[in-house]
T-cell receptor, first 114, second 113 residues
Framework: EPEVTQTPSHQVTQMGQEVILRCVPI?????FYWYRQILGQKVEFLVS????????KSEIFDDQFSVERPDGSNFTLKIRSTKLEDSAMYFC????????????FGNGTRLTVT | AQSVTQPDIHITVSEGASLELRCNYS??????LFWYVQSPGQGLQLLLK??????LVQGIKGFEAEFKRSQSSFNLRKPSVHWSDAAEYFC???????????FGKGTRLHILP
């Protein structure tokens, strides 16, 4: 069964550095998402992306965050200047026809900001 | 805006016992409701969903959930749990004008042998 893959599985970075989290969604999916989960807390929506543009974003997704689909297969999340509070597990998800159709999640990237 | 409450952070049941995980939602219109499961080290997987129609929905792995509009609830049940059901379970709500679903805080299920 096709799956969403995320790399790296664990990223450690220093505060103020830029990070790029990478995701390869399922190939025939058209809708893409980033969620994050701070340790012990709920899974929070960050952004949804369709047709090469952001369709929705949360208050968390401020100017420090950006998403891109650079080559038709990858879907990336960039954090320009990381803060300690960005430490979390970041999940990429994709779906065929939007958030009300099953979201297929990757295994996540654990980001640790020191 | 929609929201989800899962009142139980941890639940422990014995293998073979029945299970009910609670979920309450807040949304003005008819909600779209989901249960996802997260096994250790993995992403979330859809167990079942409710959009409309029969209020008792069946999902994968022997799970079912019942939508009760009067109680704003969508509780997940399983008649007999297996050790492999140990995981974290997330209730979620969506709306047809939004391209996102909102998750609750999750309930971690522990299974006693």
């Amino acid at each position: 069964e096709p799956e969403v893959t995320q790399t790296p599985s664990h990223q450690v970075t220093q505060m103020g550095q830029e990070v790029i989290l990478r995701c390869v969604p399922i190939s025939n999916h058209l809708y893409f998402y980033w969620y994050r989960q701070i340790l012990g807390q709920k899974v929070e929506f960050l952004v949804s992306f369709y047709n090469n543009e952001i369709s929705e974003k949360s208050e968390i997704f401020d100017d420090q965050f950006s998403v891109e689909r650079p080559d038709g297969s990858n879907f990336t999340l960039k954090i320009r200047s990381t803060k300690l509070e960005d430490s979390a597990m970041y999940f990429c998800a994709s779906s065929r026809m939007g958030a009300l159709t099953p979201l297929h999640f990757g295994n996540g990237t654990r980001l640790t900001v020191t | 805006a929609q929201s989800v409450t899962q009142p139980d952070i941890h639940i422990t049941v014995s293998e073979g016992a029945s299970l009910e995980l609670r979920c309450n939602y807040s949304y003005g219109a008819t909600p779209y409701l989901f249960w996802y499961v997260q096994s250790p080290g993995q992403g979330l997987q859809l167990l079942l969903k409710y959009f409309s129609g029969d209020t008792l929905v069946q999902g994968i792995k022997g799970f079912e959930a019942e939508f009760k509009r009067s109680q704003s609830s969508f509780n997940l049940r399983k008649p007999s749990v297996h050790w492999s059901d140990a995981a974290e379970y997330f209730c979620a709500v969506g709306a047809d004008r939004d391209d996102k679903i909102i998750f609750g805080k999750g309930t971690r299920l522990h299974i006693l042998p």
